[in-house]
């Protein structure tokens, strides 16, 4: 009995003294990434200020979460005066976690304002991965109008039009042409649930195993276990089947309540709002945003001129995968909004100048 | 069908448990059989390449001995050598040399883009070529008698531990231990486990983790600062040997699962004091393949030292060619053929220094100035061997001697720290030890939490993780 009892302690103890290395390697070599997400009873998700990490998806990201809870540097909510403030707001695309924060069209975007002065400028990057329109709005509202901002770039595609499903976050619906917003989720058992473990999503191997939960629970666990062999018996089942593009749909209201609480804010003299389509949006959307005040600007002509230079603008040779946009593309757009934010917020005593 | 992937797992439970349970004849049989279906599993269609392969060196082998004739033998042999090579050739050089050439004759003002085939190339057709040739030369050099057994020929020839991406095992270590196979004892069983263990850790851990930040800078290295392409040229050259060391060992550890000892294929590298030690240390079946085949026939170092240093620059060059159709690799090789023919010319009639003989502070820093010095040099080779072409690797060497301080991230140094420590002490557990499987060395009740932990972090990264095909796997 001693014996066996001798055996299940340094049996055990043996795997959590590796469990503990194992914990240590994977978070200094990059391995493996702790959670840099927190759960908010406002926001559903936020990233976690000072989360510093690394991040594998068709490239490579190796940076963090400033103090303040965005990407990119700590610009503090107080802006120095004379300073040209922008924040830009998307999802995945915006948030680029593939590639670090100096390629980021953030950073080209700041560098060419800065060049072409005479303000000092300072981009925020606000992109949160799986953001539509209705978190970034009231994103926009909750945090980033804490900020200042001079402009705010929302870019969006068809696909990130406001919809008012389930989810874990706040759930947005059009009531009498306003936006509502219901925060119910926090008094959710999966939130609760979520601040209950908030110390151990802090853990890499937590990450990794959640990550496992989640591609198990995506029907992914057949197709990595058999891989070919399942192959041969469910042909085609692991393709994707592309999104279609509608003009408007069912979730017209909504949008056209964020929309009109974003021309509000437009034509209030504070912050210039524009839109940039970052994939087309219907002509439907397009006059419409147009037609309460609020530019659009279409980045298709950016990678139209890649395209016919010979570079796939959303390639990662590193991975061999096609996804978001790489270097060429960043750099790219960040050079063509210079000019057209300059000339949203001109330089005080410019024309177009709003304070004049 | 790759070592790290569960299919692989699973084929393995259904395997070992099943070959064990058989005779020994049918067990040979399904062995056979489930080598077959190994190797089909990447293209059914290679298959008949491995199987005209096996066919032609048996038949040559068996003509070589029946006959005193040295012009018949000689004939059979070349056989051999033509359709080996002939394989080698056509899938993996034919394109590149007729590429090269195309990019000569276009000075010229003719395009030969026609004569460019569309191939595949077969996995594994570099090891198991030489694997067969080694037989057929060692049956014609009288070192041994063939195999009148075609079943038990084949299965050397397809094992499937060893078929993809080596050891390059010898017909007089494998072929005898296939015709005389034994059940694996207890020993064997758990030697076979730390082996596995060990090398699933290193491949699927360290291997394929730091891969992907030599993936993504190497395949754009003009965006990234000089501290980032070092850093990068040292995961590479981590990358490489726990990708193939981690696959030798598994290698060896499945086959000891089935009572068969393959060769050690590496031997700390990285812990060499000098490059002639390295050369022992690294891909050990290779090295000691172009030792007897290439280096001995042409003459070794019995014909004088300016001889020799050709003949070791010559075995290196083609050794470099061997690695995969790029002048890059043969570079790669030259170097190397460069270091050693120096180094052979340093030491005259001394013999290289072999381990650590610890007599104090001083020789444990000499010991380390050496090895360091062994592994600056080596790194250096590593930068042709992974850059695509010559103008990314010249590129990439300028920025890191032309140094610039911008861009510097202690990030990066810690996760080249993190790395390096963690191969070190793999490293050093088999130096010290003197054995691979060094897990077997702690007590079951920590070696099982330990070999817990090491599976639950393995197989939880095989599952959210794409899997990262060996290197080798490429040659």
Redesign the interface.
Known sequence: MRRIA??????????????VL?EL??R????GTPSFVISDPRLGVAFRPGA?F?F?TE??Y?GGVNKYGYLGPAYPPKKESGVLRVALLGDSFIEGFQLFD??HLRTVLENELNRMGPRHAEVMNFGYSGFDLGLMYYHFTEVVEKFSPDVALFFVGQDDMAENGEGFGPIFSAVNDSVRVDLSFAQSARYKRSMKLRLVHRLA?YS??R??YL?VQEGGAPG??????YDWFHPGARKETPEPVGGKDNFWPLNKAIFDALAVENRSGKIRIAVVEKRPISAAYREYIRSVGIPVYDLQPVFDALKQRGIRYNY????GSIGHWN?NAHEAIGEYLAPLVNELAPPPGKPGDAKQ | MLFNSFIFIIFLCVVVPLALWLPRRPRNVFLLIASYFFYGYWDWRFLSLLFVSTIIDYVAARAIAATDDPRRRKRFLLLSLASNLGLLGTFKYFNFFVDSFARVAAHFGTNLDFLHLNIILPVGISFYTFQTLSYTIDVYRGKMAPTRNLLNFALYVAFFPQLVAGPIERAIHLLPQVENMRRPSRADLSEGMALITVGMFRKVIIGDTCGRYVDHIFSGPTYYSSSELLSALLLFSLQIYADFSGYSSIARGTARLLGVDLMENFNQPYLAANITEFWRRWHISLSTWLRDYLYIPLGGNRKGPKRTYVNLFATMLLGGLWHGANWTFVFWGGLHGGYLAVHKFMLKARKPDERLNYTGLASLLTFVAKVTGTYLIVLLAWLFFRSRDFTTAFYILKKIVAWSPGGFSARFAVIVLTYSVANLVLDLSEYVTRDHAFPLRTAPRFRWGIYLAAWTIIFMYMFQAKPMPFIYFQF
């Open positions: 001798k055996s299940m302690f340094g049996f055990g103890l043996a795997f959590v003294g590796a469990m194992l390697f994977l200094l070599s990059g391995a510093n690394v594998f490239g490579m190796l100096r390629f191997l990794m195993a990550n496992v591609r990595i276990l058999l891989g070919k062999v990662w040779p590193g991975s270097f």
